[in-house]
């Protein structure tokens, strides 16, 4: 077999070669090229020491030098290269106390997770393969090199690591490995809460998010994320569905584009369900509030993961409005102004997208019903765009400096009454003129409402 690789590749395997030492490509980048896959790193193994590595390459990193590994700068690219290696004992369920070096690739390769990633490649040698990776490729298993308890108990994360490449792959995790990630999940406490949500994300952001079911079965949700287990366990008996919450969350995550945002927002859209159901004299469930207990139980969940503030902030919002109705309480435009004001100009159109997947794991009964009040959505969107109806108070005709220099208001004051005119605009937009916020008798009205306000916030106070 033939890998075609980047120059830059050629010339770190033959200057190592030139030198007298083994040199390979391995690990994920022969897996995705086998594939036909386009690798995103291409990292090398050799016989050489960190040091002879550090001797023959101008420009290196010791990126981990204690575990064998040297960056080696070729132009703008960095190479990963990792001398072979025996792992000590793993005392923290993820990192070994100490490695050995050793001659032998095979012992190098045993050392890996899984057998589709203990392949090496040469130019000229070929295939190093002797865990049988490529049969595994062909068979589409995720399969650990050797005993699997021992690889699980060597590193936790690769509990994880599995299903997420099941996801990544559309391969089944094969049934020892499987059942050894089942026995040793509980090991995934040892790690961190970032190592855990990168996994995650990248199964979420996969082409098969669904694979969540399969961390469910395995009892990895138990421990990361057991919110999502007692979605598992909440029926929907409801005319507008028909799965349970979580797999209707599972669907609509397979429903929307493999964005990040997005993906964690379907993730956690009804996360609330089962803290919000009732059900009525009729045996018909009901979730009362559960966007607005849903965006509190993601924050609290998002920040756990480690996420950063602004993901946190987006998805929490998106998953506060992903039930917005078009009901008959108020004309279509303006609850759609009402929205951009609450999730942004930015996101809203993203709100859409999460309607739409959310929609897409109902009932089909509801289905042409749900896509009317979709379109009617859009359209009202897009002609608020066009007219430009102001959604924010940075958009309202008047400024707060105006009423300042205007002698109107002062202090936290003329943030209520702004919000107090944009209130109005948000329901009629051709109120947004100076001249018809700033008359006298409609000023007096923002002014009341805006002082009653911050009575009501003292006394609350108080």
């Not at 590994?69 to 960095?78: F, H, I, L, P, W």
């Not at 979605?231 to 995550?253: D, K, W």
Request: glycine share 6%.
């Amino acid at each position: 077999m033939h890998i075609s690789i980047p120059d830059y590749i050629h010339s770190v395997l033959a200057t190592l070669r030139d030198a007298g030492h083994e040199a390979y490509i391995v690990g994920g980048c022969v897996r995705d090229a086998i594939l036909n896959r386009r690798p995103a790193d291409w990292d090398v193994t050799t016989s050489a020491r960190p040091e002879e590595v550090q001797r023959l390459f101008r420009r290196t990193l010791p990126t981990g030098i204690e575990h064998g590994t040297v960056t080696v700068m070729e132009g703008k690219n960095a190479v990963e290269v990792t001398t072979y290696r025996i792992d000590g004992v793993y005392e923290d369920a993820r990192h070994p106390k100490e490695v050995t070096f050793t001659s032998s690739l095979t012992e190098d390769l045993r050392r890996r997770d899984f057998t589709i990633n203990a392949m090496a490649w040469h130019p000229e040698k070929g295939l190093q393969d002797p865990f049988e990776g490529r049969k595994d490729l062909e068979r589409k298993l995720v399969r650990a090199v050797g005993n699997p308890k021992e690889r699980f108990t060597e590193d936790a994360l690769r509990v994880m690591r599995a299903f997420r490449f099941a996801a990544q792959l559309d391969f089944a995790v094969e049934e020892e490995t499987c059942a050894a990630a089942k026995e040793l999940a509980p090991n995934l406490k040892h790690i961190s809460a970032e190592r855990i949500r990168d996994e995650l994300q990248k199964l979420i952001c996969s082409p098969h998010p669904e694979m969540v079911r399969e961390l469910y079965r395995a009892g990895i949700t138990a421990l990361i994320l057991p919110e999502f287990d007692r979605c598992m366990e909440t029926p929907q008996n409801n005319p507008h569905h028909c799965m349970n919450v979580g797999e209707h969350i599972l669907a609509t995550m397979c429903a929307i584009r493999a964005d990040v945002l997005l993906r964690w927002t379907m993730l956690l859209h009804d996360i609330a369900k089962p803290d919000t159901r009732t059900t009525d004299d009729q045996g018909t469930d009901h979730f009362y509030r559960h966007p607005e207990v849903g965006a509190e139980t993601a924050r609290k969940i998002l920040r756990r993961m480690k996420l950063d503030n602004r993901t946190i902030k987006r998805a929490c919002t998106l998953i506060r409005w992903h039930d917005m109705h078009l009901g008959n309480h108020a004309p279509v435009e303006e609850q759609i102004r009402k929205g951009m004001h609450a999730v942004g100009r930015e996101d809203f159109p993203l709100l859409f997208e999460v309607v739409a997947a959310d929609d897409a794991a109902k009932s089909p009964r509801i289905a042409e019903e749900k896509k009317e009040a979709l379109r009617r959505m859009r359209e009202a969107w897009v002609s608020v765009c066009a007219r430009g109806d102001a959604v924010q108070i940075s958009e309202l005709a008047v400024s707060g400096a105006e009423l300042i220099s205007a002698g109107i208001a002062e202090g936290p004051l003329i943030g209520e009454v702004l919000t107090a005119m944009l209130e109005q605009v948000l329901k009629k937009p051709e109120l947004n003129t100076r001249e018809t916020l700033t008359n006298p008798s409609r000023l007096k009205q923002f002014l009341n409402t805006a002082q009653a306000r911050m009575k009501k916030k003292d006394g609350g106070e108080g």
